[in-house]
């Protein structure tokens, strides 16, 4: 099973490095009890539906959840 769980999970990390969006966002991803976990930050709120969007289309049959935040900005007055 361990090895099912590592090949799918360098499939995901591959489909997002090619994902022109979600390629440079340092995204983690756990695959624990038939589901896949989407952890870190992101620059963009809409990069968080994109990185779910690209997972789901890798492996329709397991769920995805996400933990991604969006990066604060450094605003300077």
Same mark, same amino acid.
């Given at each position: 099973?361990?090895?099912?769980?590592? *090949?799918?999970?360098?499939?995901?990390?591959?489909?997002?490095?090619?994902? !022109?969006?979600? /390629?440079?966002? $340092?995204?983690?991803? =756990?695959?624990?009890?038939?589901?896949?976990?989407?952890?870190? *930050?992101?620059?963009?709120?809409?990069?968080?539906?994109?990185?779910?969007? !690209?997972?789901? /289309?890798?492996? $329709?049959?397991?769920? =995805?959840?996400?933990?991604?935040?969006?990066?604060?900005?450094?605003?300077?007055?």
């Amino acid at each position: 099973m361990r090895y099912r769980r590592e *090949t799918l999970r360098h499939v995901i990390i591959r489909a997002l490095k090619r994902n !022109t969006f979600t /390629a440079r966002e $340092p995204i983690k991803v =756990v695959i624990k009890d038939g589901a896949v976990w989407l952890h870190g *930050t992101v620059s963009d709120a809409d990069l968080i539906p994109e990185a779910v969007a !690209t997972v789901e /289309a890798v492996v $329709p049959v397991l769920f =995805v959840y996400s933990r991604l935040r969006v990066r604060r900005s450094s605003v300077s007055a």
